[in-house]
């Protein structure tokens, strides 16, 4: 079938609501895609939405029963299993977005840099968002498309090695505008401000850009002043204020940021919306994120960029562990190969509860433990979880949503060796891309 008389086809299957339609208009050719988004009426637009996202929804279900059955396998553990055929649906989505309003989208390497999955994320991202030298090293070597690198501030001894990696800087302050714009802009590189866009509504303050006295954005009362004397030499704007929010809390930002800074957009090149979208949520507003997209982009002329991390590999990834020992001291403590500490540090820095597939909360079921570490740290917890069954020494638990900010930030304190990172490939075979040893500990003390 022609390019002319498919998209037609799958304007009608998707005016009817065809869930098959669906899957081939996201299997098609970007130009056909193109033409079909252009030729559909909202009705069917937001129709098309509902069928990606339920189609999505899906094969995630699906997808618990296969984690469990390979954590019942021969897999060794501790281990980080990615899912790339999850990943790929989660990319899917965002191609979508682009689809529908042309804005570029990258990956924020802070939150998920296993770079085996890199290939596969390649084909539908524009490129990598890096927050210092070798974040860019990476994206460059590894992504291999454009490198959006953005520091608070600069190391003058990696600048240039950073300007060779990298084709846009994003600079926290005038100070490092001046001091490093020249020699970017000789490097052929787009040049950007970070601002604060003055709202913010992150609950935990520590994650929050926008919270008093953050040292992250320029604020309006500086930037209205300097910004008219450097304005010659600044191709774009990047805020980030969201994190895991929904699109109406977007909206919110951008009127706080357009009535800011709104007057000095005209003229730009591009203007980015930073992070912390949980676009690939199940819940998330993508027909409000749409708008808000072609709206500014029709207001100001400008190229918008999203950078999404953690929501690119939402619940694509696990972490399975096993339990090493029962003990009780007021409570059944179960003793994992795993760590809060070493392997999961967000559960105690943000902190927060992981889901455990099969499992519920404190004597929400019949059993209830508490899962611990094998750390000397007293406070190396995971939490309180119940089971319709006993555990047993050497079962395998399953920690859901483990592929964002748990292997970037893992560690080896006490020594406790790093867990394996596989992939479940198409094919549904499982690759063991990295293992780790002592080597690794040694190499990182001295």
């Given at each position: ?9 799958l ?10 339609a669906?899957g ?33 929804r ?29 990943i ?9 977005v ?5 804005a570029?989208?990258?990956?924020a390497?802070?939150s ?10 390649a ?19 590894e992504?291999?498309?454009e490198?959006h ?6 190391r003058?001894?990696?600048i240039?090695?950073?300007i ?20 970017a802009?000789k490097?052929?590189?787009d ?7 003055g709202?913010?509504?992150v609950?935990?303050?520590?994650y ?10 320029i ?13 010659k ?9 969201l994190?895991?929010?929904n ?32 676009i ?5 507003d993508?027909e ?26 939402l ?7 096993s ?10 403590i ?10 999961m540090?967000?559960v105690?820095l943000?902190?927060?509860r ?11 079921k ?12 007293s ?9 319709d ?9 399953v ?6 900010y748990?292997?970037?930030k893992?560690?080896?304190f006490?020594?406790i ?5 596989a992939?479940?490939?198409?094919s ?19």
């Open positions: 079938m022609d390019g002319q008389h498919l998209s037609a086809a304007i009608r299957g998707l005016s009817k609501g065809d869930a098959k669906a081939q208009y996201l299997a098609s050719p970007a130009g056909i895609r193109r033409q079909v988004v252009g030729a559909l009426d909202e009705r069917g637009l937001a129709l098309l939405t509902r069928l990606i996202k339920e189609a999505k899906k094969k995630f279900e699906k997808a618990t029963t296969r984690f469990l059955r390979l954590a019942q396998g021969s897999i060794e553990t501790p281990v980080y299993l990615i899912d790339e055929t999850l790929e649906e989660n990319m899917k989505v965002l191609m979508y682009k689809d529908r309003t042309g570029k989208v990258f990956h390497l802070k998920y840099a296993s770079f085996a999955t890199f290939p596969l994320m084909r539908y991202l524009d490129g990598t968002c890096a927050s210092g030298l070798h974040e860019a090293m990476l994206g460059r070597k992504f291999r498309k490198v690198t953005f520091s608070a501030a600069y003058p001894s990696e240039r090695a950073i060779s990696h990298s084709d846009s800087l994003i600079f926290n302050s005038f100070y490092q505008l001046r001091k490093y714009g020249g020699p802009r490097g052929g590189l040049i950007g401000l970070r601002v604060n866009p709202h913010g509504e609950e935990t303050e520590m929050n850009p926008c919270a008093p006295c953050s040292r992250l954005g604020v309006h009362a500086e930037f209205e002043k300097e910004f008219p004397k450097l304005r030499g600044v191709d774009g704007l990047h805020f980030h204020a994190c895991q929010q699109s109406d809390v977007l909206e919110r930002v951008l009127t706080a940021f357009v009535k800011r800074y709104g007057k000095y957009i005209r003229g730009l090149k591009w203007v980015n919306f930073g992070g912390g979208h949980h690939t949520r199940d819940d998330y993508l409000r994120l749409i708008r808000l997209i072609n709206d500014f982009k029709r207001t100001f002329k400008v190229q918008v960029i999203l950078e999404p991390g953690e929501g690119n590999v619940n694509a990834g696990v972490l399975i562990a339990v090493l020992d029962i003990v009780k001291n007021r409570a059944e179960a003793i994992l190969d795993t760590s809060a500490e070493t392997h540090p967000d105690l943000m902190p927060y992981p889901h455990v597939l099969n499992s519920g909360k404190k004597q929400e019949k059993y209830w433990y508490r899962l611990a570490g094998p750390s000397c740290l406070g190396d917890v995971i939490g309180d979880y119940s089971f069954r006993p555990l047993r020494r050497g079962q395998r638990l920690f859901t949503d483990m592929a964002l748990s292997i970037v893992n560690n080896t006490n020594g060796n790093l867990p394996d990172i992939v479940i490939r198409d549904g075979s499982v690759e063991v891309v990295k293992k780790f040893g002592y080597k690794d500990y040694r190499d990182r003390q001295s």
